[in-house]
């Protein structure tokens, strides 16, 4: 919204206070769009603060789940390099046993 202007361009208005003035039902819906807001901007804070919450939470609770999935991932790579490790050492004995139970027999 743009200021109403009040008075003649002719008048001599030497302090310039009333050259931009708005009305009073100007002043009064701006403020009570001004309160409008303010109150619909109340409860999205409140939400906002609730979602912070709940994000760290669910961050809190994804940091062990990382590092469980990482050592799996570093244990998987070790496994596998270990069996090609020992297919390329003992060719027949990797390919024809079968684990400690194998010995048992």
Do not use: Q
């Amino acid at each position: 919204l743009l200021p109403s202007f009040s008075g003649s361009e002719d008048y001599d208005y030497p302090t310039g206070d009333d050259r931009a003035s708005f009305g009073d039902d100007e002043n009064s819906a701006l403020e009570a769009y001004v309160a409008e807001l303010k109150e619909k901007k109340r409860p999205l804070k409140s939400e906002i603060k609730k979602l912070k919450a709940t994000l760290e939470a669910l961050e809190a609770e994804l940091e062990p789940l990382s590092l469980e999935l990482k050592e799996a991932k570093k244990d998987f790579l070790m496994n596998s390099l270990l069996s090609n490790y020992n297919k390329k050492k003992n060719p027949t004995e990797a390919s024809t046993s079968k684990g400690p139970a194998a010995d048992l027999s």
